[in-house]
Every structure is written in structure tokens, then in C-alpha cells.
């Protein structure tokens, strides 16, 4: 997964124009570093005075896997989701982290499960370009991308 850069050095507010972030020089690069900073947002978020249960959850979450715990990881996410995320990202980003946390202990069934909640969530997920090929969870996500392609297909 990504190394974690400092926030302190990207502008938060800055974005690329469309044609600029499709170019296919920069534009994975500059995806996976535009999410990265959502994730660390995220984190930082859960540590407000207005933040949820369900936000303070996903923060924890996102430290723990950070960290490669885990299992407390998927603890913490699980609960983020239980107690109701405010935002639709925030729910796609705890599944994301608890697929990726399924994969990376060996759990396969569970990973596959995950990927299916986040496909039926959003039928056009795809995986970031710093996430894509990944040995832990590539070959299970191109597994769960054809079959919700072909449920798609079926409708």
C-alpha cells in the first residue's frame, strides 16, 4: 500500500482539471496522492470535538491499518459502518480498508465478501492506481470486478 505522506505538503483545496487528471503521466499519480489525502482527512477528522462515534471509528480504523494492525483495524471499521457514516465516501473508504485488511491476513472469503458489499455500494469502484495490482487483493478484486460486471450485464 502507498507510503503515507506528510499533509503539510500538498494543498488541500488544489485540484487537477479534468483533462489534467486523466493525463496518463501524472493522472495515477496524482489520484493516489488526491486520496491519500482524503484518507489522512479522515484520520484527522475522527479526532474533532463534532466528530461521531462513526467518524472517531473510521479515524481509528485507518490509524490501526496504518500501523498493520489489522484485525483491529477491521474492528474499528466495522463499528465506523455499524454506527451509520455520514458520508458515502467515508463508507466506501471503511470497506476499501477492511477488504484490503481481509487480504493482507489471509482471510480470502472475507475479502471477497468485502468486495462484493463495495461493488453492490458502487458498481464503477476501481481500484487506485497505487492500489491496482497489489499481491494481497488484486486477484481477488478482478474476481469481484467480472462477477459484478456480469450481474451488471445481466440486469
Known sequence: FP????SHLIEPDFDLAP??????SWGPIWLSLKDELEDQRAAKNADSLFASHAQRELGKGIREYE??????AI???QAALKSGLPARADEMRAHR???????????SKECHAEFRAIFALDPAFV???SEAGHPAWSAIYGKELAAAKRASKAK
Open 3 to 6: 507510503t503515507r505522506r506528510s
Open 19 to 24: 483533462n489534467e487528471a486523466s493525463h496518463p
Open 75 to 77: 474492528d474499528a471499521l
Open 67 to 72: 500501523a498493520g494492525r489489522y484485525q483491529e
Open 97 to 107: 480498508f477492511i477488504a484490503f485488511s481481509y487480504c493482507l491476513i489471509q482471510r
Open 127 to 129: 481500484l487506485l492506481p
